[in-house]
Nanobody, 125 residues
Framework: QVHLVESGGGAVQAGAFLRLSCVAS????????MGWFRQAPGKEREIVAA????????YYADSVKGRFTISRDSAKNTVYLQMNSLKPEDTAVYYC??????????????????WGQGTQVTVSS
């Protein structure tokens, strides 16, 4: 089992920044990839960014490239999502997730088997 807890969400104006954190506990040594996802009202959950737990590779959705940065601190079992130049369309509940499976695209929502409770990000214009 892996337990994930997100923090760092909030309400900001367009152009501002936030940093989300996700602390993992439990059998984290078996995690292959950590992902940040988001879900806006009435929309499907989508990948935002992902990072291999060994830090060798990252992935970003086109909508956040150049604005968001994913990183991890393995000593603290924590993954971060630095979000700069926020836009109203970034408003969503943000979730971190992890999986042990190595095959399959890191953006596949259903491939992740451990999820945090989510943190709300609201960006006003």
């Amino acid at each position: 089992q892996v337990h994930l807890v997100e923090s760092g969400g909030g309400a900001v104006q367009a152009g501002a920044f936030l940093r989300l954190s996700c602390v993992a506990s439990g059998r984290t040594f078996r995690s292959y990839v950590m992902g940040w996802f988001r879900q806006a009202p009435g929309k499907e959950r989508e990948i935002v960014a992902a990072i291999l737990w060994n830090g060798e590779s990252t992935y970003y959705a086109d909508s956040v490239k150049g604005r968001f940065t994913i990183s991890r601190d393995s000593a603290k079992n924590t993954v971060y999502l630095q979000m700069n130049s926020l836009k109203p369309e970034d408003t969503a509940v943000y979730y971190c997730a992890t999986r042990q499976e190595r095959t399959g695209h890191v953006g596949e929502v259903n491939s992740y088997n451990y999820w945090g409770q989510g943190t709300q990000v609201t960006v006003s214009s």
